[in-house]
């Protein structure tokens, strides 16, 4: 045990540093019950909060998350629904890769600018790339639903073993369907059950509001940490490995920690840490 | 016949044809400026719906763009929006009506009926007529109608209006694609209607018209009564009297009566002069007697 504690103690030394965030963006609305999750505290979601690079946001049913972006554009957010900032790039105020958010489920609208590198959204079915356009998504765990506004998309299917499947390039006034039962399809129109689901305000332009939060220092007000079951799906989904390090000073908490114990067969990595003596090199067989 | 039968028959001639004069002129004047007063509020109906059109067009639709790619939004059309707010006024003004009468419409309603169409014909065949005026028979009364012709100048008109390939979508989600397509570049495709009833104002027009006539045949009657009066008193009952006094001195009779007066209008003069030729028949027959 006291053998667990200390490797437990300096892998997180090793692997737990603090990080620093650059600022990628602001919540210039938040409306409804929203929350973000930074390292492994949820925060309760103000507007005129910063947006930063690997906060989760997860956004109740009806509420409504826009993030106006440093670089890159705004994206609003509807819940149900769960946004991770997998990469914001940036360096000394300028974008130097792709944006990359993960999508698991929602209604996202996101009206990118012309930069360099694009945007990237990834869902459980297809990843998006887009550059100076307008897009509306509606993601659920199997299934993706997109209209391009304006500009173009670069649809790109989720292959098996996590490589990538058919390509396809979505113009303006595209719908594009695909699910886990269904192949991908499209039309040239949104069709009317998707408007009629579709949130009402994502039919209109996004607004442009940063300039009234641009001096603003919102604090977020701490919540509570994350459970195992709110962890579990980051830590077996595409980014495992950086959730894996970002997690780890969770198995401190001795209720996660059972939890990660419990399911140890899925983290190989974490055996390791908390039972080094599986891992030990094994003593020679004595000479006979 | 007695010198006033006389005068009133001539006095009531000349007032027969001033009434009827009067009556003629006036009801012509009356009529014109109702018909005038109901054109003007045909063109300001007419101007209120091209202001509707163009505020559409220019203020609505673009903060709709977006939302058209989505739906079609039929409150983003021009001709519609001028149909619907004219529409809303129809609900207390239901003689008035606002048409944009198209021979081939994307909307049914805006479809031309059998008159519709025949103006619509007389600025296809007269492209240069900048408005028609009309009256028609309607089942709540008489109505004028303005018609202003709608001619495609606009090339972006036509991608609703060209073929339904180039339409959006959700334009023919809504209207199918079967009306409305094939219209051309300075095409008229149909017309702008106005139609306001004529009975208020020439019911307006017909009760002045009575009115007028009432007091100006009132005041002829005053004044034929007056008159009458006045030429009885004046001249008649004078002359009478003059008349019966000369009669006695005609019949010898020097004491009937002396002719005097104080007026110094005719029938004084008259008067004076019949004192004084009795003063002289009075001394003559004296030097006779003599």
């Given at each position: 045990?006291?053998?667990?504690?200390?490797?437990?103690?300096?892998?997180?030394?090793?692997?737990?540093?603090?990080?620093?965030?650059?600022?990628?963006?602001?919540?210039?609305?938040?409306?409804?019950?929203?929350?973000?999750?930074?390292?492994?505290?949820?925060?309760?979601?103000?507007?005129?909060?910063?947006?930063?690079e690997?906060?989760?946001?997860?956004?109740?049913?009806?509420?409504?998350?826009?993030?106006e972006l440093?670089?890159?554009?705004?994206?609003?957010?509807?819940?149900?629904?769960?946004?991770?900032?997998?990469?914001?790039?940036?360096?000394?105020?300028?974008?130097?890769?792709?944006?990359?958010?993960?999508?698991?489920?929602?209604?996202?609208?996101?009206?990118?600018?012309?930069?360099?590198?694009?945007?990237?959204?990834?869902s459980?079915?297809?990843?998006?790339?887009?550059?100076?356009?307008?897009?509306?998504?509606?993601?659920?765990?199997?299934?993706?639903?997109?209209?391009?506004?304006s500009?173009?998309?670069?649809?790109?299917?989720?292959?098996?073993?996590?490589?990538?499947?058919?390509?396809?390039?979505?113009?303006a006034?595209?719908?594009?369907?695909?699910?886990?039962?269904?192949?991908?399809?499209?039309?040239?129109?949104?069709?009317?059950?998707?408007?009629a689901?579709?949130?009402?305000?994502?039919?209109?332009?996004?607004?442009?509001?940063?300039?009234?939060?641009?001096?603003?220092?919102?604090?977020?007000?701490?919540?509570?940490d994350?459970?195992?079951?709110?962890?579990?799906p980051?830590?077996?989904?595409?980014?495992?490995?950086?959730?894996?390090?970002?997690?780890?000073?969770?198995?401190?908490?001795?209720?996660?920690?059972?939890?990660?114990?419990?399911?140890?067969?899925?983290?190989p990595?974490?055996?390791?840490?908390?039972?080094?003596?599986?891992?030990?090199?094994?003593?020679?067989?004595?000479?006979? | 016949?007695?010198?006033?039968?006389?005068?009133?028959?001539?006095?009531?001639?000349?007032?027969?044809?001033?009434?009827?004069?009067?009556?003629?002129?006036?009801?012509?004047?009356?009529?014109?400026?109702?018909?005038?007063?109901?054109?003007?509020?045909?063109?300001?109906?007419?101007?209120?719906?091209?202001?509707?059109?163009?505020?559409?067009?220019?203020?609505?639709?673009?903060?709709?763009?977006?939302?058209?790619?989505?739906?079609?939004?039929?409150?983003?059309v021009?001709?519609?929006?001028?149909?619907?707010?004219?529409n809303?006024?129809?609900k207390?003004?239901?003689?008035?009506?606002?048409?944009?009468?198209?021979?081939n419409?994307?909307?049914?309603?805006d479809?031309?009926?059998?008159?519709?169409?025949?103006v619509v014909q007389?600025f296809?065949?007269?492209?240069?007529?900048p408005?028609?005026?009309?009256e028609?028979?309607?089942?709540?009364?008489?109505?004028?109608y303005?018609?202003?012709?709608?001619?495609?100048?606009?090339?972006?008109?036509?991608?609703?209006?060209?073929?339904?390939?180039?339409?959006?979508?959700?334009?023919?989600?809504?209207?199918?694609?079967?009306?409305g397509?094939g219209?051309?570049?300075?095409?008229?495709?149909?017309?702008?209607?106005v139609s306001?009833?004529?009975?208020?104002?020439v019911?307006?027009?017909?009760?002045?018209?009575?009115?007028?006539l009432?007091?100006l045949?009132?005041?002829?009657?005053?004044?034929?009564?007056?008159?009458?009066?006045?030429?009885?008193?004046?001249?008649?009952?004078?002359?009478?009297?003059?008349?019966?006094?000369?009669?006695?001195?005609?019949?010898?009779?020097m004491?009937?009566?002396?002719?005097?007066?104080?007026?110094?209008?005719?029938?004084?003069?008259?008067?004076?002069?019949?004192?004084r030729?009795?003063?002289?028949?009075?001394?003559?027959?004296?030097?006779?007697?003599?």
């Open positions: 045990m006291k053998t667990t504690s200390l490797c437990l103690v300096l892998w997180l030394s090793v692997t737990a540093a603090p990080g620093y965030a650059a600022d990628g963006g602001i919540f210039t609305i938040v409306e409804g019950s929203a929350r973000v999750l930074r390292d492994t505290k949820w925060y309760a979601l103000a507007p005129g909060a910063r947006f930063q690997a906060d989760i946001i997860d956004a109740a049913e009806k509420a409504q998350v826009q993030i440093m670089k890159g554009g705004t994206l609003n957010l509807v819940g149900p629904a769960t946004l991770f900032a997998a990469a914001i790039p940036l360096r000394n105020d300028q974008l130097t890769g792709a944006l990359e958010f993960a999508l698991p489920r929602g209604w996202l609208k996101l009206a990118t600018k012309a930069t360099d590198a694009g945007v990237r959204v990834r459980s079915v297809a990843v998006l790339n887009l550059q100076d356009s307008i897009v509306v998504m509606h993601i659920e765990p199997n299934s993706m639903e997109i209209f391009v506004e500009g173009a998309v670069r649809i790109t299917e989720s292959g098996a073993g996590g490589k990538d499947g058919a390509a396809y390039d979505a113009k006034g595209e719908y594009w369907a695909r699910s886990a039962d269904r192949p991908i399809s499209t039309e040239r129109r949104a069709p009317p059950p998707f408007v689901a579709m949130p009402h305000h994502l039919v209109d332009p996004l607004p442009n509001i940063s300039a009234k939060y641009k001096d603003a220092r919102v604090q977020l007000v701490l919540d509570r994350i459970t195992y079951a709110e962890a579990a980051w830590l077996n989904g595409p980014y495992r490995k950086n959730f894996l390090k970002r997690f780890g000073p969770k198995l401190q908490d001795r209720e996660f920690r059972g939890a990660v114990e419990a399911n140890i067969a899925h983290y990595e974490w055996d390791r840490v908390l039972h080094p003596e599986k891992y030990l090199p094994k003593p020679p067989a004595p000479a006979t | 016949m007695k010198l006033i039968w006389k005068f009133n028959l001539v006095l009531l001639g000349i007032f027969i044809v001033g009434f009827a004069t009067a009556g003629y002129v006036s009801y012509k004047v009356l009529q014109t400026n109702a018909r005038e007063e109901i054109l003007q509020h045909a063109r300001l109906m007419m101007e209120a719906a091209l202001a509707s059109r163009n505020y559409t067009n220019t203020q609505i639709k673009p903060l709709l763009d977006t939302q058209l790619k989505y739906t079609f939004l039929p409150q983003t021009p001709a519609y929006a001028a149909t619907e707010q004219f809303d006024i129809r207390t003004h239901k003689d008035y009506a606002y048409k944009e009468a198209t021979l419409p994307t909307n049914p309603r479809r031309a009926n059998d008159w519709e169409t025949d007389i296809r065949q007269a492209p240069e007529t408005e028609v005026i009309g028609r028979d309607t089942p709540t009364g008489r109505s004028l303005l018609a202003r012709p709608i001619q495609i100048k606009n090339g972006a008109c036509l991608v609703c209006h060209s073929t339904f390939d180039a339409a959006p979508k959700t334009m023919l989600d809504l209207y199918g694609n079967a009306n397509f219209w051309k570049l300075n095409e008229i495709i149909g017309a702008q209607l306001v009833p004529m009975s208020v104002p019911a307006r027009a017909n009760a002045t018209l009575r009115t007028f009432l007091s045949a009132a005041v002829f009657g005053v004044t034929f009564v007056l008159l009458n009066v006045m030429l009885h008193t004046i001249v008649i009952r004078r002359v009478t009297w003059l008349a019966a006094i000369a009669d006695q001195v005609s019949l010898g009779n004491d009937a009566g002396a002719f005097q007066t104080r007026s110094k209008d005719e029938i004084g003069v008259l008067t004076e002069a019949l004192g030729m009795k003063a002289s028949l009075v001394q003559a027959m004296k030097m006779l007697e003599s």
